[in-house]
């Protein structure tokens, strides 16, 4: 008894593997095409409030603190603690000349008291 054997099949084995490769090149354009995040900054005090109390507030607020003032600003545990515990937010939200204005020589630009206000409702990030 003879067995038929069939012969042949590589070529339709080929033209199968020619359309899966085929068909891997075939993206569709929604997966090159990704949702924007919000990119709004978020606000660090390394990046960004070290720098603003340096410039502003350390003259008097340093360690020790000097011309009057009753506390140092010059570490992150400190300004977090006056954000929290203290009234820095509203110190530095009071007119120029009013009592306790800070700094007292004239108020910082909105823009300036705003990033510090976004840092604290962000939780207070350190890095
Ligand atoms: C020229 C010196 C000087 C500078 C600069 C200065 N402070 Fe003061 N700060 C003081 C003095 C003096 C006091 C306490 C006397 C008073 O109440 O005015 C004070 C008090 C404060 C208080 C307590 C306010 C209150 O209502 O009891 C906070 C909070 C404060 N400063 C934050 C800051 C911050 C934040 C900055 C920078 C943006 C700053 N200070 C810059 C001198 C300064």
Redesign the pocket.
Known sequence: MGREVTMGRAVPIATIICLLFASCTNDSESDLVEIEPDKSKTISYEADIRQ??GN??L???KSPPV?????S?DTYDRVKD?VEN???I???NRQSGE??A????GR?PKATIDLIEQWADEGFLEQ
Do not use: S, Y
Not at 67 to 71: E, L, R, S, V
Not at 102 to 105: E, G, N, W, Y
């Open positions: 603003i109390i502003n507030c003259d008097c607020h011309n009057g003032a009753p506390f600003l006056k203290g009234n820095l509203t110190a530095i009592p306790a800070m700094p007292p020589t910082l």
